[in-house]
């Protein structure tokens, strides 16, 4: 492979990890938000779902972290 079809690559990877986290976050926020604005319980299930928003968009990462390790172990072989 290329210098340039590396950095491509590993634009995508950031481009996709990045994307997922941001994702997560406002899907988690917006969940609480929303739960917030029928219960009437204030900002605290928004602050709950951005922080759970959070945490699954770092699981995400972790996840695509193993990914990308898992096939370069194949490559190097």
């Known amino acids: ?5 590396d950095f ?3 634009i995508g990877i950031a481009f996709r990890m990045g994307t997922e986290l941001v994702v997560a976050t406002l899907l ?3 969940i609480g938000y929303t739960l917030d604005h029928y219960l009437g319980t204030g900002p605290w ?3 709950i779902g951005m922080i759970f ?11 695509v972290a193993q990914e ?3 096939s370069n172990d194949i ?3």
């Not at 492979?1 to 079809?5: A, E, H, I, L």
């Open 28 to 30: 988690g926020s917006l």
């Open 68 to 70: 990308l390790s898992k």
């Open 1 to 5: 492979m290329s210098k340039d079809n």
């Open 75 to 77: 490559d190097t072989d």
């Open 45 to 47: 299930l928004l602050i």
């Open 8 to 10: 491509k690559g590993g």
């Open 53 to 63: 928003g959070i945490l699954a968009g770092f699981l995400n990462l972790y996840r």
